[in-house]
């Protein structure tokens, strides 16, 4: 077979900084956009690179995301002989602990990892919202015969514990560190995405698992650097991390500028999501809409400003949603004001109800909620 | 192969040429309507829906966008092991071959594809009406009623009922009098173009039919009087709730318009009975600052900057600012730039209005029925000072 | 749509006259082989095998039995909502419409249907060869060389050479000459049929190909013989392994029972390389009290008690007890009676052997390259004193 | 829509007595007949049926069960709006507990069956071979207005628990109740296989709930027996109740008479099963084969007599297998002999071993033995 790359993802890692948005869920199906969860952005750039075997390690509340991936048939990875296996908590883990980090995640799964055909295995979070082509990063992995690409890009650190990169000239990596202070200066940080050579990645793990390491960034990475062979990929265009409560709220926003749409969706490669049969979206007479991102599925009568929402949200004659993020299926009924608010799936907002939040601190409503 | 208990065939075929520049190198059936869907996803998803998984799609002119479109089957849930959705166009058996001469004559030339399947019924449909419907109880019907043939029906009103085949039945249904399109009308009840036969007894007829050289091949003219004629037992099932033939460019832009009221009977928002269709991969749309939305329905990876009143607005389209669009349909990946004015219009996929352009006119009212709406074909790119005035039709290029 | 970096079309038109009653009604590519497969499931599984995901299947000939065969390609995991396998049979363009002239018309037909992949290679397959064969290695090669064209060449004796289309290459592999069965062959590359093409070149070949009314639209006729008059860069590739046509009844033959030799190359138990076909859901096989099985294959569903001597039993098969089955393939669902006798025989799907019938004679090498193998067409019943010859062939009904 | 019926099966029940077969599966994924496991006959009933509504209740060892299943794409069960939904132990269970009983088990997804739109549901086990048009069995159920359509088929009693049903002339079951010991007489059994209106299973089970009763079988139908609206369907032709080592090994053996694979395999209801894509099966010239069921993909080169041989069994020269059952994978070696022996999936038998059980105490290797 001619495929050359597999995937191994996380879906977990920041659950505890996102608080009630990821209480019923992993950061992977986090919803995002207006129509998506994140690992849509990982499962969608993987395919479209042809990567078609991907292992996801999922910690807990793994159900949400195993609904939303079936199987993997919205992306095409319902396939005979490779496509999406879901590896759940405790299942090689004899001693029913929870992996403790990236090496042990990844040593549970080994065997599924060496018995797979391809040479190159892509590791990556699932909290990035980015359009990446591999096959590029892979050409340029060979060309420049570095033992681990890095893909990072230039940005702010607008959240702790980013990995900040230092490279010379021909791009290889100088220094890797944590950096736990937000800064307004760009530096160039690291996605947490790699792609390695499978064999090197299976030796890198078996070695540091043997000695009880646990990190794959400080035990690993870091290490690694001084044999100067960790190359940076630096990506052009739109990529968010998200790891925050804050980071969610500032990276959906983005998504009202017109050019990171364009960078985040168009061209070839689409984003691909769980189909949900929704109808087109239905603007009344007395709806009033500016500046807002709105999924298929909404019905809209009342005044929606520079908000997201996702499938199937009704906003009612009179209601008033301003710098929102609203779910899907919320409801905000009739006369009530929402500002600067994050509203999980199916909250419902009652009649002459007031809610603002603030711009650095957007408040969350949790899924279900009546409010 | 398993037994199926009722086998669909849809008849996809015709060009449909009163749809002019939009059906030039796509069939009728794979016409967008409604934002997100193409026609033929109303009978595809009734279908289903009506528990039927087993759908021959007959087709011969351009069956290329229909078969992408239709694809494995799964987006309508019909990428079954066995049965699904089958494209059958002509084919060559041993040194002829032949393309379809009729309605009869596609089903006969596919009584093999039927056979496979063993089914007791057939369900005949075509493939340009906008309607929901549940199959499963029209079947129920003709069960009951021991019916050899069941025609569906709709009331119309009786100085519209000499356009259609008019079924005159006795009290509990069956039918004794069929008249297309009769000058004096003894009934209402026009036939919708959708039929059960039992298949045996359909098989004997589609041979017999065939046998004849002076028939026309068509279930309408051929089929359905012959077995009126042999005293077969037929019997006209009453349908109500909406349904639209869309075999015009007045009937599609007023199909699409009911879409708006909130009066109209065509509710797409019904989860129990849901319209299905392939999926665009688009992100949601954008409205802009300049925006100014006034009634419209708006479908998936659109930029709107612009004034959108009344109006149905497909996957992808840009509106700039200072565009206005009203009572017009805007098929997908649509450009209409700031200036244009479009009015009462249908505007073809891929097509670019340019700025100031102007495309259609205000109306009131129709004129004998017909709405003057201008048409613009797809991929037409149209610059200032070019103005299409209602009812015009400006051409498809592919 | 997603760009495909590679698009397979799959010829699948002819008739296979050359086999007779057995494809009488079906068309050549799904005829049965191996005990559970059909011809066509060695280019389905080496296409998806090799990450070419999606496949245009043409043809016009009979293309129920393969259209449902296919179905919604799940088995060769063809189910993809981008891609997978299409059955592509000429159709009805505005107001003409007409049938492929030839395998470069075929293509030409459908050069629509690619261009939606925006692909930049296509790979042109034939249905009715046996053989595994990774094209992606096929296709790494034509990319290396840079080449307008790759053919897949395989070594023959110089003695058969004369029977085949022969390439005349450079050390390096480029392509000087192709000859047609030549009489005094100056090489042993034979082509396979099997062909790469750099997209946009192949196109503007066809478009020129189908202009010329001279041409017979072929692409062993005029496309590869005019693109290398025209200097373009053409390559030979050479595949090694097993390869066998199976156009006539000795060749079909002899590929089957090229399964029970070890020494074979052809190895369908090969896990990395499985060989898909569509699942018949029958129970395991049984073999009775009174059975002797001496090398055979023998496949699911089947009833055996009779004597079965180095032949290959298809799904489905009733061998009673004292039947004498040597050297023969025997086709789904048949049922070969107590006394039967049949040696150097293909008795057809569905056919009754009946009590004590003689179909086929012993041989001990095959005359003129030829084995006289008799032949039951499908669904054909045989009652003693019936004796069916050596090379001999029983019509079938249907 | 047109669909009637839906279905609530369960997965587990009789692992305790099925000892080593079930150590690592539910029974429902127990081998069977060659190329089954036994839920396929389950499955494949419903499917022919046309009912797409599935709920399975699992209550342990479920991954083998879900690995065979897979999305239910093998029995055209992939829907959109139906198909098939596993439940796993604890998912709507907050005391973390396994369902006590059947009672329990309906009542953890008493939502699933409430919110479904089919009127009937059929309750099953899944240790059941048997064909059955249950179009057929709803039909008479209609028709005689019963309550509770009960299976059951005529045959000895030749495991504990069989439930024993006494009927009137019109059919209506006069008598239930546990029968613990075999008897060489024919009874009429329950094959624990109902059809119910679905509003009175819901209220049958709520009742029985909120009384703290789990039996299904004790707590509700036999107390249902007095009100004379049991009906008793007694199949026709072969069925098997597989619950412990000595009947799977009996029933199992029963397939070699042609009369009973007809019942169970031939005519229009086709039993689907997971597709492997093997090879068919080749025989080897030094083989000699009698009188046994062989599956795809086996390599034959030695004796078999009287015995079961599931997908890609390899016999090599000189082994001799008499009286078994090999799961698939299996391989005895050469000169090997093996006779009342029931070898689980993967189990190599090395050269020159000579394993023997006896009819009525079958020997069971595990799976993955090598020995």
Redesign the interface.
């Known amino acids: 077979?001619?495929?050359k790359m597999m995937s191994v993802l996380f879906a977990s890692g920041n659950e505890s900084k996102l608080n009630e948005l990821t209480i019923h869920r992993t950061t992977a199906s986090l919803p995002f956009?207006?129509?998506y969860r994140l690992v849509d952005f990982a499962l969608s750039n993987l395919v479209?690179s042809?990567i078609t075997r991907i292992g996801i390690i999922t910690r807990n509340n793994y159900?949400s995301l195993m609904d939303h991936i079936?199987?993997g048939?919205?992306w095409?990875l319902?396939?005979?002989?490779s496509g999406i296996a879901v590896f759940p908590p405790f299942?090689l883990n004899t001693s029913r602990e929870v992996y403790k980090g990236k090496i042990e995640a990844i040593y549970t799964i080994l065997d599924y990892i060496k018995k797979s055909p391809e040479d190159y295995v892509v590791v990556s979070n699932c909290n990035i919202a980015a359009n990446i082509d591999f096959v590029k990063v892979l050409a340029t992995h060979l060309e420049k015969k570095a033992d681990v690409t890095v893909l990072c890009h230039t940005a702010r650190i607008n959240s702790s514990r980013r990995v900040i990169i230092k490279k010379d000239e021909s791009g290889f990596i100088k220094d890797l560190h944590f950096e736990e202070t937000p800064s307004d200066q760009d530096y160039l940080i690291s996605l947490n995405i790699y792609i390695i050579k499978k064999d090197l990645l299976v030796e890198y793990v078996e070695n540091a698992y043997s000695r009880g390491l646990v990190d794959f960034e400080k035990d690993i990475l870091f290490k690694e650097v001084e044999n100067g062979r960790l190359y940076a990929y630096e990506l052009q265009g739109y990529a968010a991390i998200v790891d925050d409560v804050k980071t969610y709220y500032a990276e959906s926003m983005k998504l009202?500028e017109?050019g990171v749409?364009e960078q985040?969706?168009d061209g070839?490669n689409?984003?691909?999501?769980k189909?949900k049969?929704s109808?087109?979206?239905?603007?009344?007479?007395s709806?009033?809409?500016?500046?807002?991102?709105?999924?298929?599925?909404c019905?809209i009568n009342g005044t929606?400003e520079n908000s997201?929402?996702f499938r199937n949200v009704r906003i009612k004659e009179g209601a008033v949603v301003r710098n929102s993020i609203i779910m899907e299926d919320g409801v905000v009924m009739e006369k009530s004001t929402l500002a600067y608010a994050i509203t999980d799936k199916h909250v419902i907002i009652r009649e002459n109800r007031q809610i603002s939040g603030f711009l650095t601190y957007p408040i969350v409503i949790v899924k279900n909620k009546v409010v | 192969m398993l037994r199926k208990e009722c086998v669909a065939m849809l008849l996809a075929g015709g060009q449909g040429t009163r749809l002019g520049v939009l059906t030039q190198n796509v069939a009728k059936p794979a016409m967008p309507f409604g934002g997100k869907y193409r026609i033929i996803d109303f009978t595809l998803s009734n279908t289903i829906n009506s528990g039927i998984d087993t759908i021959g799609v007959l087709t011969q002119y351009q069956p290329f966008e229909l078969n992408q479109y239709i694809g494995n089957g799964q987006p309508w849930d019909l990428d079954r092991l066995n049965g699904g959705a089958f494209i059958l166009p002509p084919y060559q058996k041993a040194k002829s071959g032949e393309w379809y001469k009729g309605t009869a004559n596609a089903i006969y030339q596919n009584i093999d594809f039927v056979d496979k399947y063993q089914p007791e019924y057939v369900l005949i449909l075509s493939g340009d009406h906008i309607y929901k419907m549940d199959y499963s109880k029209m079947l129920d019907f003709h069960k009951l009623m021991e019916a050899d043939c069941t025609i569906a029906v709709i009331d119309v009103p009786i100085e519209e009922a000499s356009r259609f085949g008019i079924m005159n039945t006795n009290a509990d249904g069956r039918i004794y009098e069929f008249e297309e399109k009769p000058r004096i009308p003894k009934s209402t009840k026009a036939s919708m173009g959708i039929y059960i036969f039992t298949w045996e007894k359909l098989k004997k007829y589609l041979i017999m039919d065939e046998e004849d050289h002076n028939s026309q091949n068509d279930f309408g003219k051929n089929i359905i009087p012959g077995m009126l004629r042999a005293g077969e037992r037929m019997y006209a099932y009453e349908f109500s709730g909406y349904w639209k033939d869309v075999g015009t460019i007045s009937s599609l832009w007023e199909a699409n318009m009911d879409l708006l009221d909130p009066q109209s009977d065509i509710n797409l928002a019904n989860k129990e009975w849901k319209i299905y269709a392939r999926n665009a991969a688009e992100p949601p749309h954008y409205i802009g600052n300049q925006a100014v939305i006034d009634n419209a329905i708006i479908s998936e990876g659109g930029n709107i900057d612009g004034h959108i009143e009344k109006s149905v607005i497909f996957t992808g389209v840009t509106v700039d600012w200072g565009a206005i669009v009203r009572n017009s349909i805007v098929m997908p990946d649509t450009h209409i730039e700031s200036g244009a004015i479009i009015d009462h219009a249908i505007i073809g996929w891929g097509a670019r209005i340019g700025k100031n352009v102007v495309v259609g006119e205000p109306q009131k009212k129709p004129v004998n029925g017909e709405w003057q709406i201008a048409v613009v074909g797809p991929g037409v790119e149209l610059e200032a000072p070019m103005k299409i005035k209602a009812g015009e039709m400006v051409g498809g290029k592919k």
């Open positions: 077979m001619n495929t956009g207006g129509r479209n042809n159900s079936r199987m048939r919205d095409d319902n396939r005979k002989n299942v009202l017109r749409r985040l969706f070839e689409k984003i691909y999501t189909v049969d109808v087109p979206t239905v603007y009344g007479s709806c009033k809409v500016i500046n807002s991102l709105i999924a298929d599925g019905v929606v997201i929402l």
